[in-house]
């Protein structure tokens, strides 16, 4: 799996993120059929903490996050 993004400044304080990702390979195709969908849930979690961490704000160890609420751990702890 490859992932790549660009962040790019705006205007008026605002910024742009665009992703790209390549789901393919063994990986990939296991977290496909997993429900729920740990990949979706762990890319919520990435853009939630975009969103904090440009507020300033940090994420407590131990704090809820999607995963952690559907009971998956860490994205990536099982690959």
Excluded: F
Aim: glycine content about 14%; charged content about 30%; aromatic content about 6%.
């Amino acid at each position: 799996m490859y992932h790549a993004w660009l962040v790019e400044d705006l205007e008026g304080g605002r910024v742009r993120i665009l992703t790209q990702e390549s789901q393919s390979g063994k990986p990939a195709k296991e977290l496909a059929g997993v429900k729920p969908n740990k990949m979706l849930l762990g890319h919520q979690d990435w853009c939630e903490g975009l969103v904090r961490a440009a507020r300033g704000e940090e994420l407590g160890v131990g704090e809820k996050t999607n995963l952690k609420a559907a009971e998956l751990g860490s994205y990536g702890e099982d690959l």
